[in-house]
């Protein structure tokens, strides 16, 4: 059943949408959960199959590698074809591959299913904000991708939680077990419960996608400003989250179950407290100028910068309390700059233009970075290794406000965000 414009419920959206909103969040969450068990078990892993740090960081290099790969194709069926089945599908993916986990034996077999992983990733990160984007207006997108994005620092906590704390007592190979069934329970929800939107809002006529439209995105300056500030966050963040349980093991003097427990609380505590927070004051903010989903990315860029310093080089009584800072502060801009990619598209292009925009935050992003800190570690320390993250949070703040010059106006539904009912 296609969920339609006329179909409302109020606040201009379409009928359907807050139950949408609920299932792709859920899943949401269920994606990064899955994607940082990983990080909270690797030193096990790195022990039973001897690794170095390169090696550990070259498994999300592969993942990213397979995702970036799979995304083209991904932006290119949601574009033409309905996404709900493709969701369904990516979730069961999703909790396959994790299952799959628990029976690798080398690091060749661990690197193909964590390379696997990634094709069912990009099919949901691609199909789930475009659907959401067909089901509320303009103006209302910065609060539903908010709410969206704050699965990311929760599923990342309970991922890193559930992960050290089964490996600690089962092994990391039942932490993958563990992490597959949620998957798919929320699969088969999806399945039963999901209305696919008609993908163009209200009076507009349904415009074709092809080479020319397409190939436009690369000099919409609004759209490019976003997905590469994003990417440049993305670097950074995608450094950190990965390496950060093994810096408080190592640097921090941490157990495996000790460092998960304390990233998983910071995570979910001043991630989803930055998410909040960020999504609110952009939705403010959004009311004065539409510059607004560029200039809380910026802030949220170069704030983080100084608490990150002292984490990585200040005091060992500091580390954690300036971790924390850090991880709000970095968040604050999630929600915002979503928002921002999709409002600087037209509709018949939106599944295309997250493509493009997860091909950004993995080709220059976090495809790389655990890598080269890894091999940062590898000859000097981790400490330095984690230090190159800085670098990159200067560069985002710079992008986005850049960007902001070129934010295109909002455009308002007839009530409130707020109204979000079913």
């Not at 397979?66 to 069926?77: D, E, M, R």
């Not at 986005?400 to 979000?420: I, K, M, Q, Y």
Request: net charge positive.
């Amino acid at each position: 059943m296609v969920a339609r414009p006329e179909d409302r419920a109020g606040g201009g959206q379409v009928a359907g949408a807050v139950v949408a909103l609920c299932l792709l969040t859920a899943m949401n969450f269920v994606n990064y959960l899955d994607r940082y068990i990983l990080p909270a078990v690797q030193e096990q892993i790195k022990r039973q199959f001897h690794l170095s740090d390169n090696q550990i960081g070259s498994l999300t290099l592969w993942f990213f590698v397979a995702y970036v790969l799979s995304s083209p194709v991904t932006g290119w069926l949601g574009d033409r074809f309905p996404r709900k089945p493709m969701i369904v599908l990516a979730a069961l993916i999703i909790a396959a591959m994790n299952f799959l986990t628990a029976g690798v034996h080398d690091y060749l077999a661990l690197n193909l299913r964590h390379a696997a992983l990634g094709i069912g990733e990009a099919g949901f990160g691609i199909f789930a904000p475009a659907m959401l984007a067909d089901y509320f207006a303009d103006d209302q997108r910065n609060a539903v991708l908010t709410v969206f994005n704050v699965a990311i620092p929760v599923g990342a906590a309970l991922g890193y939680l559930s992960g050290g704390m089964v490996a600690a007592s089962h092994g990391w190979r039942w932490a993958f077990v563990v992490s597959a069934v949620p998957g798919v329970v929320i699969a088969l929800l999806i399945l039963l419960f999901l209305r696919e939107p008609e993908r163009v809002r209200g009076a507009k006529q349904k415009a074709k996608v092809d080479r020319i439209s397409v190939m436009s995105l690369a000099r919409n300056k609004a759209y490019l400003s976003s997905i590469m500030g994003y990417a440049a966050v993305t670097f950074s963040l995608g450094g950190i989250s990965w390496w950060m349980p093994s810096f408080l093991n190592r640097m921090d003097g941490r157990s495996i179950e000790a460092a998960g427990t304390i990233m998983g609380v910071i995570t979910v505590v001043c991630g989803l407290g930055g998410t909040v927070v960020g999504g609110v004051l952009a939705h403010w903010w959004s009311k004065k100028t539409a510059k607004a989903l560029y200039l809380v990315p910026a802030l949220s860029a170069i704030l983080a910068l100084p608490p990150g310093v002292v984490c990585f080089f200040g005091p060992r009584s500091l580390t954690l309390p300036a971790l924390g800072v850090a991880v709000f502060l970095v968040f604050l801009g999630t929600g915002p700059v979503n928002a921002a990619t999709l409002n600087a598209v037209p509709a018949h292009l939106r599944a295309t233009a997250m493509a493009g925009q997860l091909f950004a935050l993995h080709v220059f992003g976090d495809a790389f970075s655990p890598k080269v800190i890894g091999i940062v570690s590898d000859y000097t320390n981790l400490r330095l290794g984690m230090g190159i993250t800085l670098v990159t949070f200067v560069l985002a703040a710079t992008i986005f406000l850049v960007g902001a010059r070129f934010a295109p106006p909002l455009t308002h539904s007839l009530e409130g965000p707020e109204d979000l009912t079913v």
